[in-house]
């Protein structure tokens, strides 16, 4: 691996980014059907047809740490800029346990207020599954988001979009105790995880990013480096490859900084 400067290519023109976002092949084509039907009702408002009930534009992103949802939601907030679907464009990423309070009216003043903040924006909510284990469920925060969602559409020109994120089991659960707010997400994106072949070029993209070129001998044994973390972790864990990359780009200070001659 050395520095060798290079240019950056436009890889997010046209598609948010989602098709060169190494991996995420299976989750760019479960996006493809409802970012079409979004594209869709954009094109009949330009053409001056009244679209009296919006399509939602909210998701459920299921999966573990480090399996690429906040890179997708990036690239899904791209898109929906590109549509006019948000008047900002940014994503903000906020805790689920940040939304609950310790009282019933606490918890709906943090979810309106965050509601609030992100409007026009995308929203991502990590670890919505950890509300399944509330008290309640999560009932009272999925009612005070229900409204949150519902009064965006019909008093804020529907600015308001929320990625619900976490793991699969628990936050199906979750929706399918709130019918109402699950038919507000329209997708369940699922992200099954990396495999060995995969971490390795998500290794290769994030040392091009970083301003690397790989060797050849290089590249083989970052694969064979990660197939042998993954075998032992078996978490399809893209923090396996940053990882790596962290620790073969402080080796390769270290042999410089060490190879430098003294000063006189």
């Known amino acids: 691996m050395n520095g060798t400067p290079r240019l950056d290519s436009d890889r997010e023109q046209g598609t948010g980014g989602l098709a060169s976002l ?28 009244a679209v009296t009930r919006p399509a939602w534009k909210n998701l459920v992103f299921t999966g573990g740490p480090g399996t690429g949802k906040t890179r997708a939601a990036k690239a899904v907030t791209r898109i929906y800029t590109e549509l006019g679907l948000l008047m900002f464009g940014h994503l903000r990423e906020i805790a689920a346990a940040d939304l609950t309070g310790t009282t019933l009216q606490e918890t709906g003043t943090l979810v309106a207020d965050a509601a609030r903040r992100a409007s026009g924006d995308l929203l991502m909510i990590n670890d919505a599954h950890a509300w399944d284990e509330l008290p309640d469920r999560g009932r009272h925060l999925l009612r005070c988001l229900y409204q949150e969602l ?30 109402a707010l699950a038919a507000r997400f329209p997708a369940v994106i699922d992200f099954p995880g990396y495999t060995a072949g995969q971490l390795t070029a998500i290794f290769a993209a994030l040392a ?6 790989l060797t050849p001998e290089a590249a083989r044994k ?18 396996l490859a940053v990882r790596l990359l962290g620790q073969a780009t402080a080796s390769q200070a270290r ?10």
């Open 222 to 239: 970052a694969a064979t480096v990660l197939a042998q973390a993954e075998a032992g972790h078996g978490s399809g864990n893209a923090r």
């Open 22 to 49: 190494p991996g995420l092949e299976t989750v760019t084509e479960q996006l493809a059907g409802p970012i079409a039907v979004l594209r869709a009702e954009q094109a009949r408002l330009q053409a001056g047809a």
């Open 208 to 213: 091009d990013d970083a301003g690397f070129t």
């Open 255 to 264: 042999r410089i900084t060490t190879a430098a001659p003294s000063p006189d």
């Open 150 to 179: 519902t009064g965006s559409r019909d008093h804020s020109d529907g600015q308001l979009a929320v990625i619900l994120a976490g793991r699969p089991s628990p936050l199906r659960d979750l929706l399918r105790a709130s019918p």
